[in-house]
Every structure is written in C-alpha cells, then in structure tokens.
C-alpha cells in the first residue's frame, strides 16, 4: 500500500508558484523552478511533464526508466532557454523525489531516491526525522569544508546560490540512492520554501500526529510555512508506504490541494535577474 498527500502554495511573498510536483505512484517529486531565472514556472512543469512520459502510472518502474527521465528532463528545460534582448535567458529547476523500482536481478521492490539541487528528501521512522538528500547549494559547500556552522547557513548572503540545478548544463549529475522497500516507510519530499521557514524540529511535530487537516500531512505542513511567513513558494509531498499489507486499493490519495489534475498553480509574473536561485 502506498498513501500519499501533496500540496503547493505561491506562498504570501511571491506572485508566481514556480513550484510543480508529481504525485502519482511510482514517483513522487518536487520540482522548484529558479527564482530570478526565465520560465522557471515552465522548467519545473516540463519535468513533471517529462517524468509523466518516461515512467508508467500503477507499477514499479526501473532505476534506468527514472535515470532516463531525468536525463531527458534535463534535455527539455536546456531547450527552454534562449536568446533574448538581456542575452541568454537560462531556464532551470531543483529536482528532487522518490520512485518505487524493481532493482532487477532479484533484488525486488526498491525505492530510488534523487535529487538535484536544494529541495529536499527526509525519510521519518515514527521518531526521527532524518534528511536523506545533500542540498546542491554554495552555503552547503561552506559547511562541508568546515569555514561557517550549519547554524549560520540560513544567514549567509549566499544562502539561495544553488550549484547543481536541471536545464543548467548540458549534462546533469544526480545524486541517487537505492533503499529497499521494507516495512512501513515514510518519505518527506519538498522544496525549500518548506525547509527555510520550519525546522526539523517542527516537521517531525506535524509527522508524528493524525492530522485533521483536509490537505492531509502535507497540507498541514505547508500551512506551518505559510505561518512562519512563507517567504517563497512552498511544497510538500507526504509518502508513506507499507510493504506486504493486503487491501483492496495498491495506491491512496490522502488529499492533494486544488483539482486532483492539477500539479501547479502558476501566477502572474515573478522575480527576474539573479544568480541560479531557488
């Protein structure tokens, strides 16, 4: 059995929802077009678009069927970018999500985690929240090499400065993980408007409570960053998945804001110029 809850929000600072997610098994992802970018909106709707294409809804797929969509998704948003009066406009997105695979060879049912950029994956075991992606980001970087705490991360003038992103080159290098499917598992996916406003702390407070709320986990999260200020878009995909458990339904959905066909909620114009932003 596999439930899940997604939600997206422009948030009370933007005027355009750059953010797209996809939320249909076996893959679950969220995709953050970059801010300051041309048609960042449009980026993060040709992944959604691309992986929809590449991996067929209701079934495992395989780790070579999700490394070609994102691959060619990388292809598709490269194509977006052209030439304008300003030079080139370079269209990009963060990438970062969870597919169930048959990892072959009797290895059975796996789920295959990838991200680019700085949305984020966390995986919760009842009592922990743990963030299983590494954020692409410049401040990251800082961290890794010891030269400013973690603490200070979220301070630091380059804290929006991402250094991997889908559509930035012509050749894009994901990091990947296979986690067996065993038991029951809980996947948090969501862009970093999510992870910028609410701490660790607080989303496992969400996780770990039988939410009322008609947009299920996901959507009570979102509404925690909506009330921390929401400062950007928000997203936020809850899975959770139990292996060997009989029911009449393979697949739940634990409510999705908006119309169940709808992925985005694009606005009206958003923030132009900038570095690779997210």
């Given amino acids: 059995m596999i439930a899940h809850s997604a939600r997206t929000d422009v948030g009370r600072v933007r005027s355009m929802n750059e953010d797209s997610f996809l939320a249909e098994a076996p893959v679950f992802l969220v995709a953050d077009g970059m801010g300051g970018h041309a048609r960042g909106d449009v980026a993060s709707r040709t992944v959604v678009e691309t992986f ?17 969509a994102i691959h060619s998704s990388n292809d598709a948003v490269r194509a977006l970018s052209g030439e304008g009066d300003e030079g080139t406009a370079v269209a990009g997105t963060t990438l970062a999500g969870v597919a169930l695979v048959d990892a072959g060879d009797g ?44 603490e200070d991360a979220e301070r630091h003038p380059d804290r929006n400065v991402i250094t991997r992103a889908i559509g930035a080159d012509d050749v894009v290098d994901p990091d990947v993980w296979l986690i067996p499917a065993s038991g029951r598992q809980v996947f948090l996916i969501c862009s970093d408007g999510l992870s910028k406003e609410v701490d660790d702390e607080a989303i496992a407070r969400v996780l770990v409570g039988d939410t009322g709320h008609a947009a299920g986990l996901a959507g009570e999260l979102v509404d925690l960053a909506l009330d921390h200020g929401g400062r950007d878009n928000v997203t936020a995909i809850v ?9 009449d339904e393979t697949t739940k959905d634990r409510s999705t804001a908006g119309s169940p066909n709808e992925d985005t909620t694009p606005r009206a114009n958003g923030d132009a110029g900038g570095e690779l932003h997210a």
């Fill in 52 to 68: 929809r294409r590449h991996l067929a809804p209701g079934a495992p797929s395989s780790p070579e069927q999700v490394l070609d």
């Fill in 107 to 150: 290895a059975g049912f796996h789920w295959m985690a990838f991200n680019v950029g700085d949305s984020r994956i966390y995986t919760w075991n009842g009592r922990t929240l743990s963030q299983l992606s590494v954020d692409h980001s410049a401040v990251q970087e800082l961290v890794d090499a010891g030269l400013i705490r973690p």
């Fill in 239 to 247: 899975v959770e998945s139990e292996l060997g458990v009989a029911d």
